[in-house]
């Protein structure tokens, strides 16, 4: 009996650091203390975005194309974050990428992240020939901002639009079973 | 009891993973939402090759500007659409006087065309856009679609946005949509500008290539609600 419970206990300990694993990386919580504008990337090739508007993985990820000197898609942040968080149960995960300009990214944006407290990842996308990639990102997408990319592993959606919040929370039921 | 409690365990960590594979399998395509559709059937405008329809716009000399206005001498004409309050036109407008002096020695002389709806941009104001023109010393017409009715005729999306027209027997054509060059925050590191590339495929008389080519810029502004 001794032996079964102890092999039990092994099975059990197993399962349960298999479960972790598997869900530790997206339940992780943030150790990194760092400030928003610490914590920003910068992307100098297209190439480094790409492989980041597919997924294999059960989340769903909003990539929202935004700039702090585009008025539409500032307003249009909180709803972003509002989702994230409401929904980040179902992985709900966002990724703003910047189009900011380069000689504006130490006078506009990283104050314009560090006094909003915008803990969301943030790349700046530093690729100036858009012509190249525009049409990777979506074929419908005019180049016009802000626009959204909306994509699980089964399917991708692409709005050329300002957000409010209850669209954002009509695209994305789309995407919850 | 605590092989009950492996087993449950057991379950939801499959579970998860069940699930998943459950939605991956069984999930018929995505039927488009209606909206989507809808935002599909609007999209239209001018393509490469169809005839431009004249206008009539007022320049911020408060006269009206056609491409009937420019002369029998024209071989075609550079439309720019573009604004003052978009930080993105604003980095070509130096660019766009350099423009000019091209694009009127090579027969295509500019029209700029101001898109915006005034009270999403007051900024964007024929007096203020006459101002912009004369502290950057814009030569050429600068006039508002104050109805916004002609930036949908070409399906226009964004400041800045560019259709050179080529002059035919049966009127103007579009030759060329798109960005100005490729590289917006650097003049000087430009490789393609694509409005004097345009001019050069249509000197010889080819088609332009690219043809069409897209680039960031701002949305059209249009009245909420």
Redesign the interface.
Known sequence: MERY?II??F??VV??W??NT??GTRNAPVTDNRSPSEKLKTYDDFSRLESRLTTLS?SVYIVNFWAT??K?CVAELPYFFEVEKKYADKKVKLLLVS?D???QIESKLKPFLDKREINTEVVVLSD????TW??KVSP???????ATLVFN???K?FY???FELEELE??LK?YF? | M??L??LF??A??TG??AS?DT??TN?A??AP?TK?EE??KE?KGYKIGDLVEDFELENIDNKMVSLASLGDDVKGATIVFTCNSC??AV?YEDRLVEISKRAKAAGYPIIAIMPNDLSVKPDDSLDKMKIRAEEKGFDFPYVIDAKQSIYPKFGA??TPEVYVLDKTAEGFKVAYH??ID?????AA?V?VNYIDNAFEFLGKGEPVD?GA????????KVKKG
């Open positions: 419970t039990t206990l099975f059990l399962f349960t298999s479960c598997d869900g059960d000197w585009c539409p189009l300009f380069k000689k100036p020939d858009s012509n525009i049409d419908e997408w005019s180049g016009a901002i802000p592993k089964d399917k959606d050329e639009q300002s009509e695209v789309g079973h | 605590l092989t409690a492996a365990l057991l939801s960590c998860e993973s998943s939605t991956a999930q395509p995505p939402t989507k935002k599909k999209k930080p993105y980095m999306t964004r798109g960005a490729d590289n917006h925050e650097d590191a490789k690219p080519t897209k680039a960031i810029g701002c949305t059209i």
